[in-house]
């Protein structure tokens, strides 16, 4: 009984149950509007169809975010992984019925690529120790300006059908390859940071680096690590994209990191650090998304989408200070 | 007197121009509880840091059993059984009680969960429970974060942490210097139970009467040297003072020169 108590109370503490709220009620609300066009599971589909490569740049974000930093180059880090994939896959066959070979190659050279910007960017900030805004704002650029150098700025869309077909817009047992894919990435995560050594520490260094320096646990070698995490990330949501689009959308993507920042804060996630939750993040994927959606379907002009989602982030970073402040108090 | 468990001869540490420790001794004996005094300033923390593997001496020797020895860090010094409670308490306040007394040294499940890194949290928390309630500590909700806790219960999970892990001593670093006339109360009962399992204490307090409360001896360190150890039933808050100040430079019958292991 009073370990029931306690559970709810927790769970009425934590930042991840209001957003889910929120994302009910939007739902609700645009379903009562519009019923034929909104509640309807193509909609649906196609709203996790869209999210689906945000949520992976999101599920990194958010690793990042508890470690008490930030990645600003997951958008740059995913055309950039993207563009690898493609150069490699043409250079093994330029056609456009490359084997499923040379798609295994050109994916593992974007997974590469993401994972390296991610390292990168891990090691400057554990060990040279430059702020991680300034260290991902410089791999932003980089990343972004080396995908223009390797395709001289012109989009390629010489993407193996295969891949396009199938991962790209094929399903699985009428689900979405893309929507399979991020399910799999959130599962592994979710677990991952709620249940693993792994992210105990994460939590353990965005909380007080510092104790978890006294315990032994190695915060510098944990950053690399998370950070790599990010840009494997969006590595895959690199060829994900590449493969859905059949493009390397160079000049799409810039609002992707304010869009993977704003999903993880609105999931609960704390910008200070310690505390986060994947399943939250990925609520805050969606809350953009059915807004989006929702306010096309009403006919509502879809920039108020910004507008709201700006706002709401704004309350929610201002609503998480005021629970620490009283935390602090207690 | 048996053989000092960990002892100091001689530490020398200067940051920059100052000299934190100059030529530093200290001991400690199995099963007490020893109190370090002195001014703000004297070297208490540094001393202790240094005994711990949390700063590298820049010269005299440490000795544990009697044998020199030297700690690379913490981590060194606690696999020998040797704990710190710092000044400045290291938990991490998002977590909770079980995680901080588990920290850095998580229990895994079995078979191929524990490969994947998977926490045994219900194994930890049942642990935390019993060394909680061994050491009186009352937290309500053990699985609310840290950050939520009162003071007096964070510097008793701090404790709780390095008393559950020491085999031979912990250091506390003014333990109480936080906490309200209560809590300070119930670290000093818990000091005393530490000591009843057998673990030595080294309590750092700018609190005399406290330190006549709970110590078996006292060991004084003025401009980063030791220059007065007591017994605590024997001397009186007077005396301490003295010593702390300066006051008995002169003819103590206590003190100790430079160089003079005692
Ligand atoms: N990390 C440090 N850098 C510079 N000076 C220090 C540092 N730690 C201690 N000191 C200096 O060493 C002297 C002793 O400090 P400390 O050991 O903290 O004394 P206590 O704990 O007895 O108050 C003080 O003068 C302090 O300013
Ligand atoms: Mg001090």
């Given at each position: 009984?009073n370990?029931?108590?306690?559970?709810l109370?927790?769970l009425?503490?934590?930042n991840?149950?209001?957003?889910f709220?929120?994302?009910?009620?939007?739902?609700?609300?645009?379903?009562i509007?519009?019923?034929?066009?909104?509640?309807?599971?193509?909609?649906?589909?196609?709203?996790a169809?869209?999210?689906?490569i945000?949520?992976?740049?999101?599920?990194?974000?958010?690793?990042?975010i508890?470690?008490a930093?930030i990645?600003?180059s997951?958008?740059?880090?995913?055309?950039?992984?993207?563009v690898?994939?493609v150069?490699t896959m043409?250079?093994l066959?330029?056609?456009?019925?490359?084997?499923w070979?040379?798609?295994?190659?050109?994916?593992?050279?974007?997974l590469a690529?993401?994972?390296?910007?991610g390292?990168?960017?891990?090691?400057l900030?554990?060990?040279?120790?430059?702020?991680?805004?300034?260290?991902?704002?410089?791999?932003?650029?980089?990343?972004?300006g080396?995908?223009?150098?390797?395709t001289?700025?012109?989009?390629?869309?010489?993407?193996?059908?295969?891949?396009?077909?199938?991962?790209?817009?094929?399903?699985?047992?009428?689900?979405?390859w893309?929507?399979v894919?991020?399910?799999?990435v959130?599962a592994a995560?979710?677990?991952?940071l709620?249940?693993t050594?792994f992210?105990?520490?994460t939590?353990?260094i965005g909380?007080?680096?510092?104790?978890?320096g006294?315990?032994?646990?190695r915060a510098?070698?944990?950053?690399?690590?998370?950070y790599?995490?990010s840009?494997l990330?969006a590595g895959?949501a690199?060829?994900l994209n590449?493969?859905?689009f059949?493009?390397?959308?160079?000049?799409?993507?810039?609002?992707?990191n304010l869009?993977?920042?704003?999903?993880?804060?609105l999931?609960?996630?704390?910008?200070?650090g310690g505390?986060?939750?994947?399943?939250?993040?990925v609520?805050?994927?969606?809350?953009?998304?059915?807004?989006?959606?929702g306010?096309?379907i009403?006919?509502v002009?879809?920039?108020?989408?910004?507008v709201?989602?700006?706002?709401?982030?704004?309350?929610?970073?201002?609503?998480?200070?005021?629970?620490?402040?009283?935390?602090q108090?207690? | 007197m048996?053989e000092?468990?960990?002892?100091?001869?001689?530490l020398?540490k200067?940051?920059g121009q100052v000299e934190?420790?100059?030529?530093?001794?200290f001991?400690?004996?199995?099963?007490?509880?020893?109190?370090?005094?002195g001014?703000?300033?004297?070297?208490?923390?540094t001393?202790v840091?240094?005994l711990?593997?949390?700063?590298?001496p820049?010269g005299g020797?440490i000795?544990?059993?009697?044998?020199?020895?030297?700690?690379g860090s913490p981590r060194?010094a606690?696999?020998l059984?040797?704990?710190?409670?710092?000044?400045?308490?290291?938990?991490a306040?998002?977590?909770?009680?079980?995680?901080?007394?588990f920290?850095?040294?998580e229990q895994?499940r079995?078979?191929l969960?524990?490969?994947?890194?998977?926490?045994?949290?219900?194994a930890m928390?049942?642990?935390a429970v019993?060394?909680?309630?061994?050491?009186?500590?009352?937290?309500?909700?053990i699985?609310?974060?840290?950050?939520?806790?009162?003071?007096?219960?964070?510097?008793?999970v701090?404790?709780?942490?390095?008393?559950?892990?020491?085999?031979r001593?912990?250091?506390?670093?003014e333990p109480?210097?936080?906490?309200?006339?209560v809590?300070?109360?119930?670290?000093?009962d818990?000091?005393r139970?530490?000591?009843?399992?057998?673990?030595?204490?080294?309590l750092?307090?700018?609190?005399?009467p406290e330190v006549l409360?709970v110590?078996d001896?006292?060991?004084?360190l003025r401009l980063?040297?030791?220059v007065a150890?007591?017994?605590?039933a024997?001397t009186?808050?007077?005396?301490l003072?003295?010593?702390?100040?300066?006051a008995?430079?002169?003819?103590?019958?206590n003190?100790?020169?430079?160089g003079?292991?005692?």
């Amino acid at each position: 009984m009073n370990h029931a108590r306690e559970a709810l109370r927790r769970l009425r503490g934590q930042n991840t149950v209001w957003t889910f709220l929120v994302l009910a009620v939007l739902v609700l609300v645009f379903s009562i509007l519009r019923p034929n066009a909104f509640a309807t599971v193509f909609e649906f589909r196609s709203i996790a169809t869209e999210s689906a490569i945000l949520v992976l740049l999101a599920v990194g974000q958010t690793f990042v975010i508890v470690t008490a930093g930030i990645d600003l180059s997951v958008g740059s880090v995913l055309i950039f992984s993207g563009v690898v994939a493609v150069r490699t896959m043409n250079a093994l066959d330029s056609g456009p019925h490359a084997g499923w070979g040379v798609i295994a190659a050109g994916t593992g050279a974007g997974l590469a690529a993401g994972l390296g910007w991610g390292a990168l960017n891990g090691f400057l900030i554990a060990k040279a120790k430059v702020p991680p805004l300034i260290v991902t704002l410089g791999t932003l650029g980089m990343a972004l300006g080396f995908g223009q150098i390797l395709t001289h700025g012109i989009d390629i869309g010489n993407v193996p059908s295969a891949l396009a077909d199938t991962v790209g817009s094929g399903s699985v047992l009428g689900i979405p390859w893309l929507i399979v894919v991020a399910v799999l990435v959130v599962a592994a995560a979710a677990s991952g940071l709620a249940l693993t050594r792994f992210g105990r520490y994460t939590r353990a260094i965005g909380s007080n680096a510092e104790a978890a320096g006294r315990v032994g646990i190695r915060a510098d070698r944990h950053l690399i690590k998370v950070y790599a995490l990010s840009g494997l990330l969006a590595g895959l949501a690199g060829v994900l994209n590449l493969a859905h689009f059949s493009s390397t959308t160079l000049t799409s993507g810039t609002q992707d990191n304010l869009n993977a920042i704003a999903a993880v804060v609105l999931g609960g996630t704390s910008l200070f650090g310690g505390t986060g939750s994947v399943i939250g993040t990925v609520i805050g994927v969606f809350i953009p998304a059915v807004l989006e959606s929702g306010f096309a379907i009403l006919q509502v002009q879809s920039f108020w989408q910004t507008v709201a989602v700006g706002a709401v982030l704004v309350a929610a970073v201002y609503s998480d200070q005021l629970r620490r402040r009283r935390r602090q108090q207690a | 007197m048996p053989e000092p468990l960990l002892e100091a001869r001689g530490l020398v540490k200067t940051y920059g121009q100052v000299e934190a420790l100059s030529g530093a001794n200290f001991a400690v004996y199995p099963g007490e509880v020893v109190a370090l005094v002195g001014d703000n300033g004297a070297g208490k923390s540094t001393l202790v840091k240094t005994l711990v593997g949390a700063v590298t001496p820049d010269g005299g020797q440490i000795l544990l059993d009697g044998r020199p020895t030297s700690f690379g860090s913490p981590r060194d010094a606690q696999a020998l059984g040797i704990e710190t409670v710092y000044q400045d308490l290291a938990l991490a306040a998002d977590l909770d009680a079980a995680a901080n007394l588990f920290l850095g040294r998580e229990q895994l499940r079995g078979g191929l969960l524990g490969a994947l890194g998977v926490l045994d949290k219900r194994a930890m928390r049942d642990r935390a429970v019993e060394a909680f309630a061994e050491l009186g500590v009352q937290l309500g909700d053990i699985g609310a974060p840290v950050a939520t806790l009162s003071g007096g219960q964070r510097q008793s999970v701090a404790i709780a942490r390095s008393v559950a892990w020491a085999s031979r001593v912990v250091f506390m670093d003014e333990p109480t210097a936080a906490l309200g006339v209560v809590q300070r109360g119930r670290v000093l009962d818990l000091v005393r139970r530490v000591r009843d399992r057998g673990v030595s204490v080294v309590l750092i307090s700018h609190n005399m009467p406290e330190v006549l409360s709970v110590a078996d001896r006292v060991e004084v360190l003025r401009l980063g040297r030791r220059v007065a150890r007591f017994e605590a039933a024997e001397t009186s808050l007077e005396e301490l003072v003295a010593a702390m100040t300066g006051a008995m430079d002169g003819a103590p019958p206590n003190e100790e020169n430079e160089g003079d292991a005692a």
